[in-house]
């Protein structure tokens, strides 16, 4: 078992910038393969960063959005920079305890967070 606690979101305005973060506990920390997750009213939960030894991004925050983890403190993080309204959502970290490349996909991942809302206004 995985457990995963996120924390970060908030209101911010066009252009702003917001850290995101997210715990886990329950397995080492070091194995797991994380991915950060969107999902806007009345939309599909979609793919926004990766992060194994290496990273990956969805194109649309490519440039703006960075991951990158801690594991000595068991986080991983998405720091979020240039945000658009666009980018309002209800953010998810999600753990892969049996990494075998795949990352793109919600079914990818075993274990969720509950969730941070990003409200950006304009």
């Known amino acids: 078992q995985v457990q995963l606690v996120e924390s970060g979101g908030g209101l911010v305005q066009t252009g702003g910038s917001l850290r995101l973060s997210c715990t886990a506990s329950?397995?080492?920390?070091?194995?797991?393969?994380m991915g950060w997750f969107r999902q806007a009213p009345g939309k599909e939960r979609e793919f926004v960063a990766h992060i194994t030894w290496s990273t990956h991004y969805a194109d649309s925050v490519k440039g703006r959005f960075t991951i990158s983890r801690d594991n000595a403190k068991n986080t991983v993080y998405l720091q979020m920079n240039s945000l658009k309204p666009e980018d309002t959502a209800v953010y998810y970290c999600a753990a892969d305890i049996n990494y075998s490349g795949n990352y793109y996909y919600a079914k990818d991942y075993e274990y969720w967070g509950q969730g941070t809302q990003v409200t950006v206004s304009s």
């Open positions: 329950g397995r080492t920390f070091s194995t797991l393969s």
